[in-house]
């Protein structure tokens, strides 16, 4: 799991961690995702390729929390198992994009706990999909 600043906030503007200590919160866990996807795409060069590439990644990175929030406030099941499968797919997605920008626009190392986390985030909602019936 990526391990956040001292600065970072939880979606209340509140400090969420200790510095070394992780995010259990799926709700800040994909908030936090979202933020650090937005600032990679500004770390994206500026042509018409990498335009694309910084719109898909953002579309993806951010829809994922997103989809969780949606799921938090569902009313059946079906519709919060089918909102967790929308997360797992925008998760896949971000990781993909993320693996293709490694080493053509950044470094494997600037992106590597990204891209461990866009894993380990596929890897919880699977695991809540199992879990739910539809």
């Given at each position: 799991m990526r391990e956040y600043k001292r600065s970072d906030t939880d979606s209340k503007g509140g400090m969420l961690?200790?510095?070394?200590?992780?995010?259990?919160?799926?709700?800040?866990r994909t908030f936090l995702f979202a933020k650090r996807i937005i600032e990679i795409a500004e770390m994206?060069?500026?042509?018409?390729?990498?335009?694309?590439?910084?719109v898909q990644l953002i579309k993806a990175?951010?829809?994922?929390?997103?989809?969780?929030?949606?799921?938090?406030?569902?009313?059946?099941?079906?519709?919060?198992?089918?909102k967790m499968v929308i997360a797992r797919k925008e998760a896949r997605e971000a990781n993909y994009w993320l693996r293709l920008i490694t080493g053509k626009y950044m470094t494997p190392e600037e992106l590597s706990q990204d891209i461990k986390e866009s894993i380990e985030l596929i890897k919880i909602f699977s695991s809540?999909?199992?879990?739910?019936k539809a």
């Open positions: 961690i200790r510095e070394g200590k992780s995010v259990y919160n799926l709700k800040d994206i060069p500026v042509n018409p390729t990498s335009n694309i590439i910084r990175g951010t829809s994922v929390g997103a989809n969780i929030e949606e799921a938090d406030g569902s009313f059946t099941k079906p519709d919060f198992r089918n809540i999909i199992s879990k739910v």
